[in-house]
């Protein structure tokens, strides 16, 4: 095992590199367009811990829940994205790609659920397709589970775990779907009454980080005649200020078209809407409209329209999201459009496993499966009781592997063997995913993104190897230029 870390560690994959799901040439793409929150502006740490507050504090002045739950404080450590909560039983867990739950990160509050209590509470550990989140991950015509898939909803997971923690601790009785319902909406107020946006415009130097990136990206698309647009669901003055602050007062000239307020995903599927302008002075003005006009700011409005009105249709437009269902389920799945996910946490889950204890680890681990394989024919009883260390270990390091990404919940994208829930959805809805726009800075705009040939299950692994010009984009390469 120690002879293949060496020339493991000599291939180290780049956490500023662009990966693909399904190949892709830019050279087709003419049309750019970009989400703002979490795409072309990036948030500090301070974001969440502020909207985890003012949420807590709803929750106590609005909802009249106990003033002790002000004690809680925001983890960021706790929760990861894509995690699935359990409306009815208020327990919050980590599922795969085929619906099993992942035991050992099944959550009651903050602490962990036991995993003979899961397998007694599901009969099992998988989720039936009729409880599982509808198609945009909420909880709704009779599903149980709600999946979060936003950046933003972190702090909302941390918040229902602390309230939980709080009246369970205390033995109190609540009814759960009451609590998840107070939290949903103590967060949605948190945007929708201006708090968060508010704070941000007073303090923009504390909560945007990376202008100078974002810059960079639209300049250079801008140099090479790209169409660009905006398309968000933020409203007109907070993206006005927050993109005077990353690009400068000019910034409506980059884009050919700005949609502010959009009500996304309902503005990519609902046909009746009509877009508004917004004046200088934030009023939305009654004019019918017949073109969207560059350096105009539009309000609601659908994609129909916009269709019909750019007539920017198919292939050539490449639109870049971080909300996997409401940014680009839709546009892939009825309009064609390329689509590209903005996952910032791809950049530090690269980098753990770029370190040599993890690559010894993990090397460790396949070694073990495989003799776990191929021994397991050997019946007699001292045969038995090496492969009974041996799955002990396993599991020893299965664990060890989860707690280096997450100690809760462990990687975004793997079970112990599976792809989890949520890449599944990554990988169906975008054709290329990357850590932030920024990647795009370090590839040629006629680049042709080519998605790895991963063996399957019925293929030789020799198969899916590749001239080394077709690898993927490591780490040595990139400090080499």
């Known amino acids: 095992m120690k002879e293949l870390v060496p020339s493991i560690m000599s291939n180290l994959l780049n956490p500023d590199a662009i990966f693909s ?85 099944v959550y009651r509050g903050l602490s962990v659920v036991p995993d003979e209590e899961v397998i007694e509470m599901y009969e099992g550990s998988h989720v039936p397709l009729e409880q599982m989140s509808d198609f945009y991950g909420k909880s709704s015509h009779g599903n149980t589970m709600k999946q979060f898939m936003d950046i933003f909803s972190l702090p909302e997971m941390t918040l229902l775990s602390c309230v939980n923690e709080y009246f369970l601790k205390n033995n109190i009785d609540y009814e759960p779907v009451h ?14 009454k201006g708090i968060m946006y508010r704070a941000i415009e007073a303090d923009i130097e504390k909560y945007i980080r990376y202008p100078e990136q ?36 000019d910034w409506r000239d980059l884009f050919d078209v700005v949609i502010v307020q959009a009500e996304k995903p309902n503005f990519f599927n609902d046909k009746r809407r009509p877009f508004r302008k917004v004046n200088e002075k934030g009023v939305l003005l009654w004019d019918k409209i017949y073109k969207l006009q560059k350096g105009q700011i539009y309000k609601q409005g659908n994609l129909y329209e916009f269709l019909k009105l750019t007539g920017w249709r198919g292939s050539k437009v490449l639109y870049f999201g971080d909300h996997i269902y409401s940014d680009l389920a839709d546009l892939t799945l009825k309009h064609g459009w390329r689509t590209g996910a903005i996952i910032p946490e791809l950049r530090s889950e690269l980098r753990i496993m770029n370190t040599e204890q993890y690559i010894q680890t993990m090397t460790w681990l396949q070694t073990l499966t495989g003799l776990l394989e191929q021994m397991q024919v050997h019946r007699d009883a001292e045969s038995q009781l090496v492969l009974q260390e041996w799955k002990k270990e396993r599991k020893e390091m299965r664990e060890m592997t989860k707690g280096s990404f997450n100690t809760q919940f462990g990687s975004l994208f793997r079970t112990d063997q599976n792809p989890t829930y949520f890449l599944r959805r990554l990988s169906r809805f975008a054709d290329i995913y990357m850590a932030s726009l920024s990647c795009l800075l370090s590839y040629d705009v006629s680049h042709t993104f080519y998605p790895r040939r991963t063996p399957l299950q019925h293929e030789l692994p020799a198969w899916s190897d590749r001239p080394p010009a077709a690898r993927p984009p490591l780490l040595q390469e990139a400090q080499a230029k």
């Open 179 to 192: 609590l998840y319902k107070d939290v949903k909406d103590s967060i949605r107020d948190v945007h929708t």
């Open 21 to 105: 799901n399904n190949e892709m040439s830019l050279s087709d793409i003419e049309i750019y367009g970009f989400d703002y929150d979490y795409t072309l502006v990036f948030y500090s740490k301070h974001l969440h811990t502020l909207i985890f507050n003012a949420a807590r504090d709803l929750l106590i002045n609005e909802h009249r829940y106990p003033a002790e739950i002000r004690k809680y404080e925001y983890d960021p450590n706790f929760a990861i994205r894509g995690l699935h909560y359990d409306v009815q039983r208020a327990v919050l867990m980590k599922i795969d790609a085929f619906h099993y739950i992942q035991l050992g990160t």
């Open 214 to 249: 974002t810059r960079a990206v639209l300049a250079k698309l801008a140099d090479h005649g790209k169409k660009m647009f905006l398309i968000t669901n933020s409203p007109s003055s907070f993206v006005d200020k927050g993109m005077r602050y990353i690009v400068g007062k």
